[in-house]
């Protein structure tokens, strides 16, 4: 069976320091891979995804980015960052020949001090 | 564009009792599929049920139920025999197209009384 990973669970880090949330996936191959960012009692925000290896679509135009450097690892980076960056960052697959589906890794809390 | 729309922001429901969540969507695809997914206070989002636009049937699993009604744009969740642990967000969602783009609802806070 397929299962996702996210790590770190949580992280606090203060404003202007750089970012590295990473995502992987084990039991398939090449799946699509998305990452989200809910702020608090909100919605999920389409942050960016990937299709295959090195092929990133950005959806929000911010200080973020992603990079998929292996095909079941999404990394998801900021050089410097903001205030506004704090948040709940979910990562997610779906198979490429089912790619409606969407399943939830267990979500990054970030706060930015 | 898509929009999903969950006029509910909080509900309330006695154990072993039934609920309701409603949801609307309005899409210009012909082609789209609509899920709920429930987020506990963990906050992992997971995945309730499913539905495709082209099936008329309404799709279970177990003791939740969809009530799909395409012509109104309208998908609500039922749960019956509701439980302590479906105490959580319940977040209605939309996909069709290229199928990378999820819309979601902003989320229906569901609590279930003892």
Redesign the interface.
């Known amino acids: 069976s397929q299962t996702i990973h996210q790590w770190p669970a949580t992280l606090v880090q203060p404003v202007g320091s750089p970012l590295s949330l990473e995502c992987t996936v084990e039991g398939t191959s090449n799946p699509n891979l998305y990452w989200y960012r809910q702020a608090a009692g909100r919605g999920l925000q389409l942050l960016f995804y990937s299709v295959g290896i090195g092929q990133i679509s950005s959806e929000v135009p911010q200080n973020l980015s992603a990079s998929r450097p292996q095909d079941r690892q999404f990394i998801l980076s900021s050089k410097k960052l903001l205030l506004s960056d704090s948040g709940f960052y979910l990562c997610a697959w779906s198979e490429s020949t089912r790619q409606e589906t969407q399943y939830f890794g267990p979500g990054t809390r970030l706060l930015v001090l | 564009a898509q929009t999903v729309t969950q006029s509910q922001p909080e509900m309330s429901v006695q154990e072993a009792e039934t609920v309701t969540l409603s949801c609307t969507y309005d899409t210009s695809e012909s082609d789209y599929?609509l899920?709920w997914?429930k987020q506990p206070p963990?906050?992992?989002?997971?995945?309730v049920i499913?539905q495709e636009a082209y099936k008329q049937q309404n799709a279970t699993e177990n003791r939740f139920s969809v009530n799909f009604q395409k012509a109104a744009k309208s998908f609500s969740l039922k749960i019956s025999d509701s439980q302590l642990g479906d105490a959580a967000m319940y977040?209605c969602a939309s996909?069709s197209g290229?199928?990378?783009?999820?819309t979601?609802?902003?989320?229906t806070k569901l609590q279930v009384i003892p």
Do not use: D, E
């Not at chain 2, 963990?42 to 995945?47: A, G, N, P, V």
């Open positions: 599929y899920f997914y963990s906050r992992q989002m997971i995945l499913r977040f996909v290229g199928y990378q783009k999820v979601f609802g902003t989320g």
